[in-house]
């Protein structure tokens, strides 16, 4: 049982790691082009698949950032100098 646990942890700190690299990939300069959003869409799903099983409060809060950088960006507009939105 003790091995399970070190390969758990082991796993959690590469989803960590991992994580960190999409959300590098993940700025507006790097994903221009719809093949790159679409590379981007399916590295965050996929991270999501492997982050469901994890127990590692961290993990989770990652998968929640990295499920943020597919959200477009909302703007504000004004009619008039009256915000409508």
């Known amino acids: 049982m003790r091995n399970l646990a070190t390969i758990d942890v082991?796993?959690?700190e590469m989803l960590v790691?991992?994580?960190?690299i999409v959300l590098r990939l993940s700025r507006p300069e790097v994903t221009r082009t719809p093949e790159a959003?679409?590379?981007?869409?399916q590295s965050v799903h996929?991270?999501?698949v492997c982050?469901?099983?994890?127990?590692d409060p961290r993990v989770h809060e990652l998968?929640?950032?990295l499920e943020g950088t597919l959200?477009?960006?909302?703007?504000?507009?004004?009619?008039?100098?009256?915000?409508?939105?």
């Open 10 to 12: 082991a796993l959690d």
């Open 17 to 20: 790691s991992l994580a960190a």
């Open 37 to 41: 959003r679409r590379a981007l869409a």
């Open 46 to 48: 996929q991270y999501g």
């Open 51 to 55: 982050a469901a099983r994890s127990r």
């Open 63 to 65: 998968k929640t950032q």
């Open 71 to 85: 959200k477009p960006t909302l703007r504000i507009v004004a009619i008039d100098g009256v915000k409508v939105a």
